[in-house]
């Protein structure tokens, strides 16, 4: 089992740019593949992007493509989300999740998520 802490949410100005971090417990995070999703007031979660259990392979929302860059640091068990150019839309409750196996973009396919870290981009 894995137990995970979302960090580094706030309040940012469109264009600006915050990293999120997901500290996982346990000794063997390089055994999960990780996404990060997002959810916000009345919409379904989604996808926001993935990274294979060694940092090989990244996957992500066409919406984030270019502004996003999902990384993980194994060695420190975290898994990182860098936003740049936020926009208003990015508004959301960010998560983190692990999967002991490949999961891609499906929720369904994650055991273990973390309570989640508001990023709130003001216009």
């Known amino acids: 089992q894995v137990q995970l802490v979302e960090s580094g949410g706030g309040l940012v100005q469109a264009g600006g740019s915050l990293r999120l971090s997901c500290a996982a417990s346990g000794r063997t995070f390089s055994s999960y593949f990780m996404g990060w999703f997002r959810q916000a007031p009345g919409k379904e979660r989604e996808f926001v992007a993935a990274?294979?259990?060694?940092?090989?392979?990244?996957d992500y929302a066409d919406s984030v493509k270019g502004r996003f860059t999902i990384s993980r640091d194994n060695t420190k068990n975290t898994v990182y989300l860098q936003m740049n150019s936020l926009k208003p839309e990015d508004t959301a409750v960010y998560y983190c999740?692990?999967?002991?196996?490949?999961?891609?973009?499906?929720?369904?396919?994650?055991?273990?998520w973390g309570q989640g870290t508001q990023v709130t981009v003001s216009s």
């Open positions: 990274i294979s259990w060694s940092g090989g392979s990244t």
């Open positions: 999740a692990a999967s002991p196996r490949y999961s891609g973009s499906y929720p369904g396919g994650y055991n273990y």
